[in-house]
T-cell receptor, first 114, second 114 residues
Framework: GDSVTQMEGPVTLSEEAFLTINCTYT??????LFWYVQYPGEGLQLLLK?????DKGSNKGFEATYRKETTSFHLEKGSVQVSDSAVYFC?????????????FGKGTLLTVNP | AAGVIQSPRHLIKEKRETATLKCYPI?????VYWYQQGPGQDPQFLIS???????DKGSIPDRFSAQQFSDYHSELNMSSLELGDSALYFC?????????????FGPGTRLTVT
């Protein structure tokens, strides 16, 4: 079945540091890929998405590129802020039939210190 | 813009009791998904409905049931509650065929079983 493997955390960075959170996936066909962010005590918010190979999703300074050859969708940000502290989930949606459910990675806790 | 509404936001029940969680999707969205997120865990897909019919089923215990009503809201019914059912329950909605079936999440219902 579909699966997502995400870089284990926690990740602690200083403000303005470069962020990379690795994500690789296993799926049949051509899944869509997503990054969700969860702030403390809140729900899941879609951060960015990519629906086909070589697509780059971007939002709020975050970027991720759908790499089919390496089955990866790594999240990057050039300069993190304290307000980026949250849990980040990589997720995929399968491409077959009515399989619209999301499969999530384990999540990566990011803490950014001033 | 209207978001997904979930009620109640917090619920405390004792073992062997029943609980009903409600979800009101974004207006005009035709698909509802339920996810369970245990403490420190990734969200796990439970069940989904498209146009009031069950469309997919995940790791939902037999003690749980769900349905989607004519106004598209959905209810997750949980019986014979166990301590292990304590979790954050998310509802998400989407409009099939639009925006790559992007799912929008509600704030979640935190269920505590004592």
């Amino acid at each position: 079945g579909d699966s997502v493997t995400q870089m284990e955390g926690p990740v602690t960075l200083s403000e303005e540091a470069f962020l990379t959170i690795n994500c690789t996936y296993t799926a049949t066909g051509y899944p869509s890929l997503f990054w969700y962010v969860q702030y403390p005590g809140e729900g899941l918010q879609l951060l960015l998405k990519a629906t086909k190979a070589d697509d780059k999703g971007s939002n709020k300074g975050f970027e991720a590129t759908y790499r089919k050859e390496t089955t990866s969708f790594h999240l990057e940000k050039g300069s993190v802020q304290v307000s980026d502290s949250a849990v980040y989930f990589c997720a995929l949606r399968g491409s077959g039939g009515s399989n619209y459910k999301l499969t999530f990675g384990k999540g990566t806790l990011l803490t950014v210190n001033p | 813009a209207a978001g997904v509404i979930q009620s109640p936001r917090h619920l405390i029940k004792e073992k062997r009791e029943t609980a009903t969680l409600k979800c009101y999707p974004i207006p005009r969205h035709d698909t509802v998904y339920w996810y369970q997120q245990g403490p420190g865990q990734d969200p796990q897909f439970l069940i989904s409905f498209y146009e009031k019919m069950q469309s997919d089923k995940g790791s939902i215990p037999d003690r749980f049931s769900a349905q989607q009503f004519s106004d598209y809201h959905s209810e997750l019914n949980m019986s014979s509650l166990e301590l292990g059912d304590s979790a954050l329950y998310f509802c998400a909605s989407s409009l099939v065929g639009v925006h790559s079936y992007e799912q929008y999440f509600g704030p979640g219902t935190r269920l505590t079983v004592t």
